[in-house]
């Protein structure tokens, strides 16, 4: 599975940004396809996560409400839709992909990972 992540760019404090993650190369394999950041200094921590079939979601805390994760799995695409963005969402925003585990939901087991796109969000 081949990721890559999009959408990414300079927004200011309260607007709104969409993601875009497209999956190619052998995507019937794709258990759940997760979003995560890493802030300058910080380590690489989970934002959301989408189940391929069912489209079950899960969020951290510290973007529910805010965030909305969706699929087209026609596109082969995962979505995060940020909205009422924050300075402390500035990150480089990562997809990755899981073909299975029980822990998916909680950003663990994902071996297959796109290239990052910059979110920088102004005060």
């Known amino acids: 599975v081949q990721l890559q992540a999009s959408g990414g760019g300079l927004e200011q404090a309260g607007g709104s940004l969409r993601l875009s993650c497209a999956a190619s190369?052998?995507?019937?394999?794709?258990?759940?396809v997760g979003w995560f950041r890493q802030a300058p200094g910080e380590e690489r921590e989970f934002v959301a996560a989408?189940?391929?079939?069912?489209?079950?979601?899960y969020y951290a805390d510290s973007v529910k409400g805010r965030v909305t994760i969706s699929r087209d799995t026609a596109k082969n695409t995962v979505y995060l839709q940020m909205n009422s963005l924050k300075p402390e969402d500035t990150a480089v925003y990562y997809c990755?992909?899981?073909?299975?585990?029980?822990?998916?939901?909680?950003?663990?087991?994902?071996?297959?990972w796109g290239q990052g796109t910059q979110v920088t969000v102004s005060s």
């Open positions: 990755a992909a899981t073909t299975g585990g029980s822990n998916w939901y909680k950003g663990l087991g994902y071996g297959y």
């Open positions: 989408i189940s391929w079939i069912g489209g079950t979601t």
């Open positions: 190369g052998y995507t019937f394999s794709t258990y759940a």
